[in-house]
């Protein structure tokens, strides 16, 4: 969980309120892609949705090709959220041009 609050820069009590079983258990976060960089709120600030930490629902009805999971591995790599951002653009960016069969 310090891991988390490092990586989201969240207070040690922000971060026991993510403390829930089923993410845990799971060992990856899932999360869909479009949600993550089009914040509402502020376009140049991605957010984590509290829905995606709850592992027992779809991360996204909207754009449920979008859908992914981050690991444990991939948050170790990648200390940051904009390093991590980074990692999965160029993932959905790989998966795109697969999709098009352009890759």
Same mark, same amino acid.
């Given at each position: 969980m310090s891991r988390l609050a490092e990586l989201f820069r969240l207070g040690p009590?922000?971060?026991l309120i993510l403390n829930r079983p089923v993410?845990?258990?799971?060992?990856?976060?899932?999360y869909c892609y479009q949600c993550l960089v089009l914040n509402p709120r502020d376009v140049y600030s991605p957010? %984590?949705?509290?829905?995606?930490?709850d592992g027992g629902t779809s991360p996204c009805r909207e754009h &449920? =090709? %979008?859908v992914g999971?981050?690991?444990p591995k991939d948050m170790h790599q990648n200390?940051?959220? &904009? =390093?991590?951002l980074r990692l999965l653009e160029r993932r959905w960016r790989r998966i795109e041009?697969?999709?098009r069969g352009t890759g």
């Amino acid at each position: 969980m310090s891991r988390l609050a490092e990586l989201f820069r969240l207070g040690p009590e922000d971060v026991l309120i993510l403390n829930r079983p089923v993410a845990i258990q799971a060992g990856c976060l899932s999360y869909c892609y479009q949600c993550l960089v089009l914040n509402p709120r502020d376009v140049y600030s991605p957010y %984590w949705k509290d829905a995606w930490i709850d592992g027992g629902t779809s991360p996204c009805r909207e754009h &449920p =090709r %979008w859908v992914g999971r981050v690991s444990p591995k991939d948050m170790h790599q990648n200390r940051n959220v &904009p =390093r991590l951002l980074r990692l999965l653009e160029r993932r959905w960016r790989r998966i795109e041009r697969k999709r098009r069969g352009t890759g």
